[in-house]
């Protein structure tokens, strides 16, 4: 077999349950493959084992299983999936159990090593992030399932791409190609046209670097469901491995949404950083991909140069924070900012005795003048506490706002009465040298084959800055949205947040490179004020990513922010304007 097809039908715990079926029925398919972890699932799976030791994996994917496994095991598709989350070898015996029942013969392995939560004292969970080989051992010793705890998400990818290539740990350009690829497959639907920044385009062209597509003046209702574009419901991604590393990004013939060389590049920028993306068995030179149209729903991955991984491997552990709660007042009509102000005296005398360890205050005028609603004649006021003790943030705050009910500013009211308060967590990394983690494949028979680390390793440096093109000339402008030339993506890392922009022709690219500059960024961005802000640029694919550390706190679980994951970060950041050449426009 020449070329090896793998899918993905999971993008997160929670994702469509039918992907699994849509994918075994759809196409031909070698491998599906699952990502079911985050951070914030491990802090899930973590509360759930504190309730039931036997727990700490993703019991949608036995559920998956019982629907579907015997339709794979007819069809020779091989299952790899990071669904055993903090209990690989539970949800592995599970799987067995459920095969046994339902009849099917398949054999189960999974990887082990992972967890470091013995080593991190106070940690809910610790869980080192492996590579794929651990993988790879299983499905040549003929696993036709196998699960995983905590391993990057392109291992889904690179293992089984290693097992049936043949690659060994040292061809890092083959690794790297597979390490790109399996980024594009890790979430979803992301790579089909889900959360694409140019969704409305009609355009078949208009995704594409090459291609300008429909500016806003000329899109179409019908947009959202013309011919192949339909993205309603999206088809799941596949990759078509060749031998040499390379890839096409494709989906199942017939099915929504699209995959086109925008659609690529924006899941290429997701929650990445510089040009060398790290992992435990290749760094990747994000600098160095090709991205070509191939045909309708197809496109080309190649180019991709690999490096020797670094010499540690990150370690990711999640706590309990302490305990949160809030409440969001509803201030309607006139005098905004002086209802705000009462309310917050009043709360503010009211938590003195309390005193809660945080207190935040959040007006979001939401309202607008003269308005024809009462929804839009109100702007929202949030009030956040935090303490580890959580009777500070209970009772104290809930009856403090209910006592203001007929004391506080005409037509007081609230989204909701606030509760007892419930816990948040907390994200950190740390990391281990490779050869601290005894990665481990456990074989259906239960023998154990142990995973060596790297053989040869390199201390990540960064890349220097490109060279770039010369600006545009000067001439007319206008001053516009950003996002009428450029798209983006944005998610988070721990407490990052990183913004991925990119433009679709050469004459965009010479006018976003010189003018996006991290000041720039921090202009139009102004909660960015105040923290490191870095850009890094890959002309290749005329993009820029930025990082900005520290913008969401002790990460997604502590809710720091109203965006807690930065989603939204890259469109509020595409709806702001500034100059842009009317020859772009």
Same mark, same amino acid.
């Given at each position: 077999? /020449?070329?090896?097809?793998?899918?993905?039908?999971?993008?997160?715990?929670?994702?469509?349950?039918?992907?699994?079926?849509?994918?075994?029925?759809?196409?031909?398919?070698?491998?599906? %493959?699952?990502?079911?972890?985050?951070?914030? /699932?491990?802090?899930?799976?973590?509360?759930?084992?504190?309730?039931?030791?036997?727990?700490?994996?993703?019991? /949608?994917?036995?559920?998956?299983?019982?629907?579907?496994?015997?339709?794979?095991?007819?069809?020779?598709?091989?299952?790899?999936?990071?669904?055993?989350?903090?209990?690989?070898? =539970?949800?592995?015996?599970?799987?067995?159990?459920?095969?046994?029942?339902?009849?099917?013969?398949?054999?189960?392995?999974?990887?082990? =090593?992972?967890?470091?939560?013995?080593?991190?004292? $106070?940690?809910?969970?610790?869980?080192?992030?492996?590579?794929?080989?651990?993988?790879?051992?299983?499905?040549?010793?003929?696993?036709?399932?196998?699960?995983?705890?905590?391993?990057?998400?392109?291992?889904?990818?690179?293992?089984?791409?290693?097992?049936?290539? +043949?690659?060994?740990?040292?061809?890092?350009?083959?690794?790297?190609?597979?390490?790109?690829? +399996?980024?594009?497959?890790?979430?979803?639907?992301?790579?089909?046209? +889900?959360?694409?920044?140019?969704?409305?385009?009609?355009?078949?062209?208009?995704?594409?670097? !090459?291609?300008?597509?429909?500016?806003?003046?000329? *899109?179409?209702?019908?947009?959202?469901?013309?011919?192949?574009?339909?993205?309603?419901?999206?088809?799941?991604?596949?990759?078509?491995?060749?031998?040499?590393?390379?890839?096409?990004?494709?989906?199942?013939?017939? %099915? $929504?949404?699209?995959?086109?060389?925008?659609?690529?590049?924006?899941?290429?920028?997701?929650?990445?950083?510089?040009?060398?993306?790290? $992992?435990?068995?290749?760094? &990747?030179?994000?600098?160095?991909?090709?991205?070509?149209?191939?045909?309708?729903?197809?496109?080309?991955?190649?180019?991709?140069? =690999?490096?020797?991984?670094?010499?540690? *491997?990150?370690?990711?552990?999640?706590?309990?924070? !302490?305990?949160?709660?809030?409440?969001?007042?509803?201030? /309607?009509?006139?005098?905004? #900012?002086?209802?705000?102000?009462?309310?917050?005296?009043?709360?503010? #005398?009211?938590?003195?005795?309390?005193?809660?360890?945080?207190?935040?205050?959040?007006?979001?005028? %939401?309202?607008?003048?003269?308005?024809?609603?009462?929804?839009?004649?109100? &702007?929202?006021?949030?009030?956040?506490?935090?303490?580890?003790?959580?009777?500070?943030?209970?009772? &104290?705050?809930? +009856?403090?706002?209910?006592?203001?009910?007929?004391?506080?500013?005409?037509?007081?009211?609230?989204?909701?009465?606030?509760?007892? $308060?419930?816990?948040?967590?907390?994200?950190?990394?740390?990391?281990?040298?490779?050869?601290?983690?005894?990665?481990?494949?456990?074989?259906?028979?239960?023998?154990?084959?142990?995973?060596?680390?790297?053989?040869?390793?390199?201390?990540?440096? #960064?890349?220097?800055?490109?060279?770039?093109?010369?600006?545009?000339?000067?001439?007319?402008?206008?001053? &516009?949205?950003?996002?009428?030339?450029?798209?983006?993506?944005?998610?988070?890392?721990? !407490?990052?947040?990183?913004?991925?922009?990119?433009?679709?022709?050469?004459?965009?690219?010479?006018?976003?490179?010189?003018?996006?500059?991290?000041?720039?960024?921090?202009?139009?961005?102004?909660?960015?004020?105040?923290?490191?802000?870095?850009?890094?640029?890959?002309?290749?694919?005329?993009?820029?990513?930025?990082?900005?550390?520290? *913008?969401?706190?002790?990460?997604?679980?502590?809710?720091?922010?109203?965006?807690?994951?930065?989603?939204? *970060?890259?469109?509020?950041?595409?709806?702001?304007?500034?100059?842009?050449?009317?020859?772009?426009?």
């Amino acid at each position: 077999m /020449t070329v090896l097809r793998i899918g993905n039908a999971s993008g997160f715990y929670g994702d469509r349950f039918d992907a699994v079926r849509e994918m075994l029925t759809g196409g031909e398919l070698d491998v599906l %493959t699952g990502d079911y972890l985050a951070e914030l /699932t491990m802090l899930i799976l973590g509360r759930d084992r504190l309730k039931d030791p036997s727990a700490g994996y993703a019991r /949608t994917f036995l559920r998956q299983l019982e629907d579907c496994l015997g339709l794979a095991h007819d069809r020779r598709v091989r299952i790899v999936a990071n669904a055993g989350g903090l209990n690989p070898a =539970g949800l592995a015996d599970a799987v067995r159990q459920l095969a046994d029942r339902l009849g099917i013969p398949v054999r189960v392995a999974h990887v082990e =090593g992972d967890d470091r939560t013995a080593d991190h004292p $106070g940690s809910l969970t610790a869980h080192a992030y492996l590579g794929g080989f651990g993988i790879a051992a299983c499905l040549r010793e003929g696993a036709d399932v196998v699960v995983t705890g905590r391993v990057t998400d392109a291992a889904l990818v690179t293992g089984p791409a290693a097992a049936h290539f +043949g690659w060994g740990p040292g061809e890092y350009d083959r690794l790297a190609g597979a390490v790109v690829a +399996g980024h594009v497959l890790e979430c979803g639907t992301q790579a089909t046209g +889900g959360n694409y920044a140019f969704f409305r385009e009609t355009s078949l062209r208009g995704g594409g670097l !090459g291609g300008e597509g429909l500016r806003d003046g000329g *899109l179409r209702d019908g947009g959202l469901r013309e011919g192949r574009r339909d993205l309603r419901r999206p088809g799941f991604p596949l990759a078509e491995i060749h031998a040499d590393g390379s890839s096409v990004i494709t989906k199942h013939p017939g %099915t $929504g949404g699209f995959v086109d060389v925008g659609t690529v590049t924006a899941q290429l920028l997701y929650e990445t950083g510089p040009a060398r993306y790290a $992992g435990p068995d290749v760094t &990747a030179r994000l600098d160095a991909v090709r991205l070509t149209q191939d045909g309708p729903d197809r496109v080309r991955i190649d180019g991709v140069r =690999g490096e020797a991984p670094p010499p540690t *491997l990150k370690v990711g552990r999640t706590r309990l924070g !302490g305990f949160r709660n809030e409440v969001v007042f509803v201030l /309607t009509g006139l005098d905004i #900012e002086a209802k705000a102000e009462l309310v917050r005296e009043q709360m503010t #005398e009211a938590l003195a005795t309390s005193r809660p360890g945080e207190v935040r205050w959040d007006l979001v005028r %939401t309202d607008r003048p003269d308005a024809d609603t009462e929804e839009t004649a109100s &702007a929202l006021l949030r009030l956040v506490v935090r303490d580890p003790q959580q009777a500070l943030v209970g009772r &104290a705050l809930s +009856g403090a706002a209910v006592e203001l009910a007929l004391a506080s500013y005409p037509g007081f009211h609230v989204l909701a009465p606030p509760g007892k $308060g419930s816990p948040y967590g907390i994200f950190e990394a740390s990391y281990v040298p490779q050869d601290a983690v005894a990665h481990v494949a456990v074989l259906d028979d239960g023998r154990r084959v142990p995973v060596p680390p790297a053989a040869d390793t390199l201390v990540l440096e #960064e890349v220097p800055e490109p060279p770039l093109p010369q600006p545009p000339p000067p001439g007319p402008v206008r001053c &516009a949205p950003l996002g009428l030339v450029a798209g983006a993506r944005s998610g988070d890392k721990g !407490g990052n947040a990183n913004v991925g922009v990119w433009v679709r022709t050469d004459d965009a690219w010479r006018w976003l490179v010189h003018e996006l500059t991290t000041d720039r960024f921090r202009q139009l961005i102004p909660e960015s004020h105040g923290l490191t802000v870095t850009r890094h640029a890959l002309p290749g694919l005329r993009a820029l990513n930025f990082v900005v550390e520290g *913008l969401l706190g002790d990460g997604v679980a502590a809710q720091h922010r109203f965006d807690p994951q930065a989603k939204a *970060l890259g469109e509020w950041l595409r709806s702001r304007h500034l100059d842009i050449p009317e020859a772009l426009l």
